[in-house]
């Protein structure tokens, strides 16, 4: 997997407010389809960011956590 982007979310992130998921929409806008942006947060993020991706059509290429530290390779598409 030839990854594009490294984002690390973890310190954007509270329970009020979800600006880890404009982080990763704004990092995404400018890259091409196809492209792996490699995300970095918790867990609580992975199923907030897992939701958003399936919403805006951007798969998850594969998921890692180890030892709470969730690592989320999602691939640029994009509803059409």
Known sequence: MNVTKVL????????????SLGVIRT?????????ILEVHGNRF???EITA???KFKHPIVKIED????VKIFIEKGGLK
Request: with cysteine.
């Open 45 to 47: 993020q992975q199923r």
């Open 8 to 19: 690390n979310v973890t310190e954007y992130f509270n329970p009020i407010d979800c600006r």
């Open 27 to 35: 990092t995404l806008a400018p890259m091409e389809k196809g492209e």
């Open 66 to 69: 180890v030892d709470g530290l």
């Open 52 to 54: 958003w991706t399936n």
